[in-house]
C-alpha cells in the first residue's frame, strides 16, 4: 500500500503533526512519501511540488522587465487582487484566511500517481478544490487541523477578539464584508465537492467532528476519530533541575509555562495569561513564554522570553522544566502542545474549549477553568499552586503514551487506509 501524504510546509503545528505521521507510518514499513509546497526539514521520503508556471523565455524577459520598471517607478505598481486586499486588509491578530484557489496540481505529480491513498492535511494554498477534485481518482483522506475545509475561508471561526477590563473575551462584529465573503467561498469548497464520493474526514477530537457536522452538507462524508501522535522517545520527563539549569530558569521558581508559534495571536489567549500572572499573589511565581517575542512583555519582571524553540529534544526539557503547562486559547483543537507537555509528565491548566476538556482529566492530569476569564484562570493557578493534581509525573506521562503515542495513531491511520484500498 503507497500513501501520499500532503501538506503545505513541514512547520508549524499541522506541520509538525503531519511530518509525525509520515515517520510514525514509514517505522511501521508503510511505503509513505510526503508531498510539500515549502520544505524546511530534512525528513525521510519528503519532497516539494513546484507551482505551475509560464517558463518560456518571452515571459522571462517580460517579468523581469516590468519589474525594473515598477522598482525605478517607471510603470505603477501592479494592482492588488479583491482576494489580496481582503486579506490584507483583515483584523491584525485574527488567525490565516485562505480562498480555496492554488497554481498547484498535485495530480500531475509522479508521487499522486503512484499512490493508493491521498491522506490531506492542511493544505491552503496548496490545493486547488476545484480542479484537485474534478481530477482526483483515488481515495481521498482529509485530517482537519483546523476548520479551514469545511469554513468560508477562515481557519478558525473565531467568535471573541480582544479582552475586556473585566477579564472576559470581547465579542467579535462581523462586517458585511466579511460575511459576503465567507458565504461566497463556502459555496465554491461546496461545488468543488458536490459530485466528490470518495472522500473521508478524519477529526482529532469530538469538538471538530461537532464543527464538521454543524453543516449538512460535509456531514454526508464519512468522519473518523484520529488524535494526534508524538514521539514518545523524545517527548519524555526529563530532570527539572538539569533542565532549568540548562535553560537558565532559577531552581526556586514557580514556573508557568506558555507555548505557541505566534503568540501575539488573538486565539492563544496569551493577555488572558499574562494578566492572570499579574493578579497572583506569590513573588516566585515566573512565566516562561516560548514563541516569536513579543517587547511588550519586556516590562514585567517575572516574565521570561525564550524564544522559538526549533529543536525537540530541547522543547522537551523546557516542558519538563516547568511545573504547569499553561494553554489559555479561546479556541483550539487538539493542540500538540498538550499533548508533548503531558508525555513530559507537565501538568496542563486549560479553558474548556476546543479538544482541550478531552485531554485533561481535571484534578487529575491539570486543571479545566470554570469558564473563559481571567477570574477563572488566576483560581484555576492558584489552586495548582497550592494543591497540585492527583496524578504523578509518571502516571500523567503513562496515561498520555497510552493514547497520544505516535504508533497508536500510525496503526489507527493505516487501518483506516486498507480499508480504503479494499
Known amino acids: 500500500m503507497k500513501v501520499l501524504l500532503v501538506n503545505t510546509s513541514d512547520v508549524g503545528g499541522a506541520g509538525k503533526a503531519c511530518a509525525r505521521l509520515h515517520l510514525g507510518l514509514l517505522n511501521m514499513e508503510v511505503d509513505s512519501k510526503l508531498l510539500l509546497a515549502k520544505k524546511m526539514s530534512d525528513f525521510k521520503a519528503s519532497y516539494v511540488l513546484h507551482q505551475k508556471t509560464n517558463n518560456s523565455l ?39 484566511f485562505s480562498f480555496p484557489n492554488s497554481n498547484y496540481d498535485i495530480t500531475e505529480s509522479e508521487l499522486y500517481k503512484q499512490a493508493d491513498v491521498i491522506n490531506l492535511h492542511w493544505v491552503s494554498e496548496f490545493i486547488d478544490y476545484q480542479s484537485f477534485f474534478k481530477k482526483n481518482t483515488k481515495p481521498v483522506v482529509w ?47 461546496m461545488e468543488a465537492l458536490s459530485n466528490v464520493d470518495n472522500l473521508h474526514f478524519v477529526t482529532l477530537c469530538n469538538w471538530m467532528t461537532n464543527q464538521l457536522k454543524q453543516n449538512d452538507f460535509f456531514e454526508r462524508f464519512p468522519i473518523h476519530k484520529i488524535p494526534n501522535g508524538i514521539d514518545s522517545n523524545v517527548f519524555r520527563i526529563r530532570d527539572k533541575s538539569s533542565s532549568r539549569e540548562l535553560l537558565n530558569i532559577p531552581q526556586e521558581k514557580k514556573v508557568i509555562l506558555f507555548v505557541a508559534d505566534l503568540i501575539d495571536a488573538n486565539r492563544k489567549g496569551l493577555k488572558f495569561l499574562v494578566r492572570a500572572i499579574e493578579r497572583i499573589e506569590q513573588t516566585n511565581i515566573q512565566l516562561f513564554v516560548i514563541g516569536n517575542k513579543n517587547e511588550d512583555l519586556n516590562r514585567f519582571k517575572n516574565i521570561i522570553q525564550y524564544g522559538k524553540v526549533y529543536d525537540e529534544e530541547l522543547l522537551s526539557s523546557v516542558y519538563s522544566a516547568a511545573d504547569a503547562f499553561v494553554i489559555p486559547s479561546l479556541m483550539d483543537n487538539l493542540p500538540n502542545t498538550v499533548l508533548e507537555s503531558l508525555l513530559c509528565g507537565t501538568p496542563v491548566i ?49 496515561d498520555a503514551v497510552n493514547q497520544y503515542d505516535e504508533k497508536v495513531q500510525a496503526k489507527n491511520y493505516i487501518k483506516l487506509f486498507e480499508s480504503l484500498v479494499k
Open 58 to 96: 518571452f515571459f522571462k524577459i517580460e517579468n523581469k522587465v516590468l519589474s525594473v520598471l515598477r522598482r525605478i517607478k517607471l510603470l505603477k505598481p501592479s494592482k492588488k487582487t479583491q482576494e489580496e486586499l481582503f486579506i490584507k486588509n483583515r483584523i491584525k491578530g485574527l488567525e490565516k
Open 350 to 398: 486549560g479553558f474548556p474549549v476546543g479538544g482541550i476538556p478531552e485531554i485533561i482529566n481535571h484534578n487529575k492530569n491539570g486543571l479545566l477553568a470554570k469558564e473563559v476569564s481571567v477570574d477563572a484562570l488566576v483560581e484555576s493557578i492558584s489552586d495548582f499552586l497550592k494543591n497540585g493534581v492527583t496524578y504523578s509525573i509518571e502516571d500523567i506521562r503513562k
Open 143 to 189: 485530517t482537519l487541523h483546523d476548520m479551514n475545509p469545511f469554513s468560508g475561508g477562515e481557519h478558525y471561526e473565531e467568535k471573541y477578539l480582544g479582552i475586556d477590563k473585566k477579564g472576559f473575551p470581547i465579542k467579535r462584529v462581523f462586517l458585511d464584508e466579511e460575511i459576503s465573503t465567507f458565504k461566497s467561498v463556502l459555496n465554491l469548497k
